[in-house]
């Protein structure tokens, strides 16, 4: 008998499309700076025929990333990508119909894996000026809620909490019996953390990337963090082997390479000042008080700028609409200051 799971046909996705090559890249909050050329020959020089053909080793890894963590190997589970961290703590920590807590807007496959797997996710608004009433969110956990998802920052108004509201938001949800799920995709652009919560506590989960600051968006390499036993189940969902050999090889070199990470920082965070001081000077509202991307309002219309930008400029820039007060916006991954020069031009050339 055929089967097709209507649940899953039900799901809407969209795949991105784009040809992306040759491109300035400001649309999906990679980071537009690679890592140094210097790192990839190393790492590629140490490849062998044999590390091709065999099944990635990861407890050297794991080990590594647990004592960089200052935390042991069992409190972290290595995903491909952060976002299968997400979907598999959906998975383990929700049931059918089950309530999830997030906010709006946020990263999309909160709401995906939700459907996917025929969850109930109830979205808390951002304010108008896209800031969050806490209360707002504690408002809306019930006794029955069994997951709370919370970004530090928000992908995409980049928003954050303060550890008083996070502590506030964490002992009502252990007084409720609801695991905590913190999606720290932008940490270092934004260098505070969570994560010790996680590692202390228990039903709190953190999930990282190296998609971001560390530049391996096409490596694939996340991980979730928490308490012995979630991360368990969470390693239960696991595919075998889930995780490249390439992604680990590359992801030890840049964990050897502090001085590398923090000139990496620093990059950004001179490319954030160059951008935002041209923003200020040249009359632009603008929002997005971390993570490594800004919405910008631009004086004409957003959807006209993204195409323009693609064709006569080679910039992919990305079309928000609804971001309250803000109404329709950009929303461009920061980058270094060449880069950003490079999308100041051309926002110049263009919104007029
Ligand atoms: C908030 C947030 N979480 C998770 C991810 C997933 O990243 P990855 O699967 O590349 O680790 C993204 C990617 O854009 C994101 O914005």
């Known amino acids: 008998m055929y ?3 209507p649940q899953i046909d039900r799901v809407h996705r969209i795949f991105d499309q784009n040809e992306r090559s ?13 890592i140094p050329v210097d790192i ?17 080793e990861t407890v050297q890894f794991q ?16 995903t491909n990508g952060s976002s299968e961290a997400v979907r598999y703590v959906i998975e383990g920590f929700t049931s059918v119909k089950g309530r999830i807590v997030s906010v709006t807007p946020s990263y999309f496959m909160f709401q995906i894996y939700s459907e996917m797997y025929d969850r109930n996710i109830v979205q808390i608004k951002y304010n108008d000026d896209m800031t969050m009433d806490i209360n707002n969110i504690i408002d809306a956990l019930t006794d029955d809620t069994e997951l709370l998802i919370l970004l530090n920052p928000n992908n995409p108004v980049g928003n954050t909490y303060t550890t008083e509201e996070f502590e506030r938001l964490l002992d009502e949800a252990e007084r409720r019996k609801i ?8 940490f270092y652009f934004y260098p505070v953390t969570f994560i010790n919560y996680a590692l202390e506590r228990e039903h709190i989960f953190v999930t990282r990337t190296f998609s971001k600051l560390f530049a391996m968006a096409g490596c694939r390499l ?18 075998p082997h889930n995780v490249n050999g390439f992604a680990l090889a590359f992801a030890q070199k840049l964990l050897d390479s502090p001085d590398v990470v923090d000139a990496m920082i620093a990059k950004f965070n001179e490319g954030r000042k160059y951008l935002i001081s041209k923003l200020d000077r040249l009359g632009y509202d603008h929002l ?3 993570g490594n991307f800004i919405f910008i309002k631009p004086k004409t219309d957003a959807d006209l700028i993204v195409d323009r930008m693609k ?6 820039v990305k079309s928000y609409n609804g971001i309250g007060i803000m109404g329709k916006c950009l929303r461009v991954s920061i980058g270094g200051k060449e880069c950003m020069e490079r999308f100041i031009t051309a926002l110049t050339a263009l919104d007029k």
């Not at 064709?311 to 992919?316: F, G, R, V």
């Open 22 to 34: 040759g491109y300035l890249r400001l649309d999906l909050n990679e980071n537009p700076d690679p």
């Open 63 to 78: 080990n590594r990333l647990a004592g960089y963590l200052n935390t042991s190997p069992e409190n972290v589970c290595l």
């Open 179 to 186: 695991t905590v799920l913190v999606d720290e995709a932008y």
């Open 311 to 316: 064709n006569e400029h080679k910039i992919l």
């Open 288 to 290: 997005g008080q971390a």
């Open 40 to 56: 990839v020959k190393d790492v590629l020089n140490n490849i062998t025929p044999e590390f091709v053909s065999q099944y990635p």
């Open 222 to 239: 996340g991980y979730v963090a928490g308490w012995k036993e979630g991360v368990k189940i969470v390693q239960k969902l696991c595919t």
């Open 3 to 5: 089967y097709t799971n």
